[in-house]
């Protein structure tokens, strides 16, 4: 059936507006990251008056970018790691175990997610501080206090993604795994966890995108030594001058991580999404 | 003395009421025997063999394997190797890989758990294939690889559940004969487990019947031919199928398609006082006689040809009921749909009597 002709230039118009809508952003970002101080200071302009490279030099001057990095990749990779490998146990136990309260702890860690985030905050704060006053572990501006922060965050999606990956793995496999003389640990390790291997990836780069990209906790539960790259970009804006240049420049470069990452499990994401499909 | 021994081995599923998938298995399996668990889908084959590789509670009696009660053993402890249905070859390890695994495991030096993997590559036609994983092999060559996983290990009890099954019917018969013939080889008890009677008929040193969880009857393939314990393994031991019908009797003789067939002597005892007995007799035991004989009127209703003999399949009247029978007779000069036979029995004994309601057999 042809399609009438009205409807092809009422979706190609809606596609260009759509992909204008998308790349724009794109367009400002890059040409901003690429103009000198001057162009950003006043109106805005669509294009630079002259390229220059500095903001990606001075970037790293203007404000503790570096360190920002630093607190950033420990924090995320941090929760990432601690994601995966408490999800793996908890996945693996409720995929394969029956026991009791199985149901209940499902259900427990799938409603978690159904408030949101900010609910948790001043309860979270609480607890840290309490829990600092007891027994001296600081937990308010440290990183480890951050990482649990994103643990909570992470770990019931993590779990539950995790489950359905491990569901979709026959049994069989750790039953061979058993004959051929494995315990359960060891069968985990070296038959389930291999054949996971796309869910895994996936939730790695679910728990450490969550984590780099926060903003509302880490505005919290920050201090000046532990500022991470959501946060610390709000410095370039100073009381006299918004070094927007340097700002794009900066958003840039603290994007090529997350991009990285996403490149290099992308071939066990789509296997992981297109987990079960084919037998 | 048994290798193997099931003594009232019972697996109960926890429901109200609790399933008894096996229930009350007695079973002894000797040093090197074949021996196959035949019997329909549900009637409790995997769960048996699952009980003595230990993926199965055992919820009373007990499992030796050797002279240890391996009752409470985990897998890893029982010297066993399974060959599942579903094959479960490790889909991130290579054929070689998947069949060192188990070396690997007991931390076997890795020049023996080459050598082994090669030996049995070699016995299973795998020589080529050792770098390969699961997913670029055909279903016969994976197959081959999960026989060649439990050979690799040399164990003490081979299991198998349905190994065939996935196979398609012209490889399956050809793998059928090199498993048996394998078994020959290594001298290794195994178990097999399958639905289909004529795996278990050409397979197995000796076939135990189960159904509904309960052992019928296990005896070498020609015994439970001839000598059926019941009614159920007469009905599913044999294709095609025994004629098995409930006919009236009057002690000495029934009748059967308008016809009085008289039983043998021993019978007769045994069918006394009897106003019903369950009378079976195989297709190959009938014979058609001339329209002016006298015999067991059969109306024709099909004729499958095999070639070297022909199926004659027609009914044939049951106390007023049309009951279908089943004929083997010589593939030249077949009768046409539509056309009456007049059967009669080759050999007077060849008949087998049951009671009418316990089914069991009515003489020894
Ligand atoms: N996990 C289970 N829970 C409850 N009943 C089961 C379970 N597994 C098997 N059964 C029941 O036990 C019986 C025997 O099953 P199975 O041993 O798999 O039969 P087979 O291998 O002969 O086809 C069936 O009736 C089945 O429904
Ligand atoms: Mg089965």
């Given at each position: ?132 006053q ?36 026959p ?57 991470t ?51 | ?48 063999l ?17 002279s ?106 050809e ?8 078994q ?15 795996e ?26 001839d000598?059926?314990?019941?009614s ?15 006919v ?5 003789s ?65 106390s ?45």
């Amino acid at each position: 059936m042809r399609e009438p002709r009205w409807f092809q230039w009422v979706r190609g118009v809606g596609l260009c507006l759509l992909t204008l809508f998308t790349v724009i952003p794109l367009y400002v970002m890059v040409t901003t990251s690429v103009k000198p101080l001057s162009d950003v200071q006043d109106t805005f302009q669509w294009l630079p008056s002259a390229l220059t490279l500095e903001p990606y030099v001075d970037m790293w001057s203007t404000v503790r970018l570096a360190d920002y990095f630093v607190n950033s990749a420990v924090v995320s990779l941090g929760a990432a790691a601690f994601s995966v490998l408490i999800a793996l146990f908890a996945a693996y136990a409720i995929s394969r175990y029956r026991f009791r309260g199985r149901d209940a702890f499902r259900f427990t860690v799938l409603s978690t997610q159904m408030f949101p985030g900010i609910l948790f905050l001043l309860p979270l704060y609480l607890i840290y501080a309490t829990v600092g006053q007891a027994t001296g572990i600081v937990l308010q501006g440290s990183h480890i206090g951050l990482i649990i922060t994103y643990l909570t965050f992470s770990l019931p999606f993590s779990i539950w993604m995790l489950v359905s990956y491990f569901d979709s793995i026959p049994v069989d496999l750790d039953e061979a795994a058993y004959i051929d003389g494995a315990g359960p640990v060891q069968t985990l390790w070296r038959v389930v966890i291999p054949a996971a291997k796309p869910g895994i990836a996936a939730v790695s780069i679910y728990a450490f995108m969550t984590a780099w990209g926060e903003t509302l906790f880490a505005s919290i539960m920050t201090d000046s030594d532990s500022t991470t790259l959501a946060i610390g970009l709000r410095d370039y804006s100073t009381q006299s001058t918004v070094y927007w240049n340097e700002v794009m420049s900066a958003s840039l470069v603290v994007s090529i991580p997350v991009v990285l990452g996403f490149l290099a499990l992308q071939r066990y994401l789509v296997q992981g999404l297109t987990a079960g499909a084919v037998k | 003395m048994a290798e193997v021994e099931y003594r009232a081995a019972t697996r109960a599923y926890p429901s109200t009421p609790p399933v008894r998938a096996v229930d009350s298995l007695d079973l002894e399996i000797g040093d090197g025997e074949f021996l196959v668990l035949v019997g329909p889908s549900g009637s409790g084959k995997s769960t048996a063999l699952r009980m003595l590789a230990g993926l199965e509670d055992v919820d009373e009696g007990g499992i030796s394997i050797g002279s240890a009660d391996v009752t409470g053993t985990p897998p890893k402890a029982r010297d066993i190797a399974m060959v599942f249905q579903s094959y479960a070859l490790y889909p991130h390890m290579t054929v070689g890989e998947n069949m060192g695994f188990a070396l690997k495991l007991r931390k076997t030096p890795k020049d023996v758990i080459r050598r082994k993997v090669a030996e049995a590559a070699d016995m299973l036609d795998l020589r080529e294939f050792l770098d390969r994983k699961p997913r670029a092999l055909s279903g016969g060559q994976r197959q081959r690889v999960a026989m060649g996983r439990a050979i690799v290990r040399d164990p003490s009890v081979f299991l198998m559940d349905e190994p065939l099954s996935n196979l398609d019917a012209k490889l399956r018969v050809e793998t059928r004969a090199n498993i048996a013939a394998l078994q020959r080889k290594l001298g290794t008890t195994t178990i097999y487990v399958t639905h289909d009677q004529v795996e278990a008929m050409t397979m197995g040193d000796r076939v135990a019947v189960l159904d509904g969880g309960v052992l019928q009857q296990v005896a070498a393939p020609r015994e439970l031919y001839d000598n059926p314990a019941n009614s159920f393994v007469a009905g599913f031991i044999g294709s095609p199928a025994m004629n098995l019908e409930t006919v009236p009797s009057r002690g000495d003789s029934v009748l059967l398609g308008g016809h009085r067939v008289e039983l043998p002597r021993a019978a007769q005892a045994a069918a006394e006082g009897l106003d019903e007995v369950m009378f079976g007799v195989r297709p190959e035991a009938l014979r058609p006689v001339p329209a002016e004989e006298e015999g067991i009127r059969m109306d024709v209703e099909l004729v499958e040809e095999l070639g070297a003999d022909a199926l004659v399949i027609g009914s044939v009247d049951v106390s007023g009921a049309a009951k279908r029978f089943t004929v083997r007779t010589d593939g030249r000069g077949v009768p046409g749909a539509g056309e009456t036979l007049n059967l009669v029995l080759r050999d007077h004994e060849e008949v087998h009597l049951f009671h009418p309601s316990t089914g069991q057999r009515l003489v020894a």
